[in-house]
């Protein structure tokens, strides 16, 4: 086709470069179609001349047409439009996938996972909370961290801004670690620094578990760890729980079966019900996982809060098979949307974790590290704890003293008052999936039983009531709106026929 050899270019005045303003007009003419596709145009020089200036203003603007896709050519061969415009693209793309039968892509999912269950819940307008194990983020010591953490910054320039090692920040991993011996007792164990406990236990999943294997898992319990070791094709058997924890003979039963690969138990806080295992108990799962060659993992998420005494050593403290990996987090300690957690694990698979979390996340943010290992040297952390530790006691001594009077009013209430932990487990003698929607309805969040309980089996009586999150006065007025619930569904069932 031969060149143009004149046209009209509408060229817009207005402050920007001529060359800009050329390309504008130049673009308009071909989408207007005064210009058609693979037409010839005439040559900078020629343009410059029609337009009163220089060749290079014109050679600028078509070469930014050039990199937009609407001319082709320049570099001493003559600009044409393009054959296919960038405007026609996507069009001409849909057009030629149909004519050819394309299709339409149905997504093969070959993993599934169920929405978080709980997920966002303050956010929907609750005037009181008991949702459970959530810290007071109102209480935490922002000001003393965020020096911490901006001294952490400081340090970018100086490689911590970098790629970092997989398995954590070695000046946090051995601040933590002297903290985890002093405190939890434990030694001689590599630490995985995750994205929360969670991570931890994803990981372990995807090493450990192969589609089909099963997980001893506490018949209530927390669900996210489930989701993650279901997320690994495991599925889950769940092991009789009594008023002092797993039994050890259901536990016997279950790994008699031969296909359980794991354990999971939350031994010093049993969630939800905030029971702590017995020392013999420990020892009984223990000989029963060691005899069976089936690791444990053990969920140790808020082991400082203990009020009644020390808390027991952990079972990854005296762990002379080899078995437990104990998992943790900073996320009741500090705030869970740091997504600050660990693994403490037998050496036998600390680096098979290492490697596998390197292509997951490749690492945690090292300046949060950071400023956790300078927050522990400089004594807030344990100031932190010690105070937070005061403050949940007495908040759950008020919730207990809140309950009492629904008690004392003729409510069926029954509790055993948690040694620590950030929660109460409460039996309040009626449907508590109804009473958490009578609650719901005031305002109020708590969470049923069945949360927590393993599917397919009957709404339970019992609620987990968080006290950690809400003042004395903030839960008494939560718990008055509570007992309300609680009342009017028992007068509901009583007025059935
Ligand atoms: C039993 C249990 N394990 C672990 C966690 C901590 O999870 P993460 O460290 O992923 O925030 C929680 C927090 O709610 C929990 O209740």
Known sequence: MAAVLDFHLSIPRDGRPSYLRIADGLRQAIQSGRLEPSERLPSCRRLAVMLGVHRHTVTAAADELVAEGWLKGGERRAHRVAAVLPSEFFNARVGHTAS???????????????????????????????????????????????????????????????????????????????????????????????????????????????????????????????????????????????????????????????????????????????????????????????????????????????????????????????????????????????????????EAIYHPLVNLRAIITRQNNTFLQDAVARWIDSGGFERHLRRMRRVYQERRDALVDALSVGRRAGLALDWSVPDGGMALWLDCGVNSDAVTREAAARKVLVNPESHYRFAGTRPGTHLRLGYASQTPPELRAGADILLEAIASVRAARATRP
Not at 140 to 154: G, I, K, M, S
Not at 176 to 194: D, F
Not at 244 to 260: F, R
Request: glycine share 8%; charged share 25%.
């Open 100 to 346: 050819r039968g394309a299709k339409t892509l149905r997504w093969r999912l070959v993993r599934e996972a169920g929405a978080p269950k709980g997920a966002a819940s303050a956010a929907r307008g609750h005037r009181y909370t008991f949702a459970g194990g959530v810290p007071d983020l109102r209480l935490f010591p922002y000001d003393e961290f965020r020096t911490c953490l901006a001294q952490a910054l400081r340090r970018a320039p100086r490689g911590l801004g970098g790629y970092g090692d997989p398995a954590g920040h070695p000046e946090f991993i051995q601040r933590l670690s002297l903290y985890l011996r002093r405190v939890r007792v434990l030694t001689g164990r590599r630490i995985l620094v995750t994205h929360g406990s969670q991570e931890g236990m994803f990981l372990v999943a995807q090493l450990l578990l192969r589609p089909g294997d099963k997980v001893a898992v506490e018949e209530l319990g927390f669900p996210p760890a489930w989701d993650a070791f279901r997320a690994a094709g495991a599925e889950l058997a769940p092991v009789r729980l009594d008023a002092s924890g797993m039994v050890p003979e259901a536990l016997e039963v279950a790994l008699s079966k031969g296909s359980v690969r794991l354990i999971y138990l939350t031994s010093h806080h049993q969630y939800p019900t905030t029971v702590t295992l017995p020392i013999e108990r420990r020892q009984r799962i223990y000989e029963l996982a060691s005899r069976s060659a089936v690791p444990i993992i053990e969920d140790d998420y808020d082991h400082e809060f203990h009020f009644r005494s020390h808390p027991i050593a952990p079972l990854a403290s005296n762990d002379p098979s080899e078995l437990v990996i104990y998992a943790s987090t900073l996320s009741k300690i500090m705030f869970p949307s740091m997504r600050l957690g660990f693994l403490a694990v037998p």
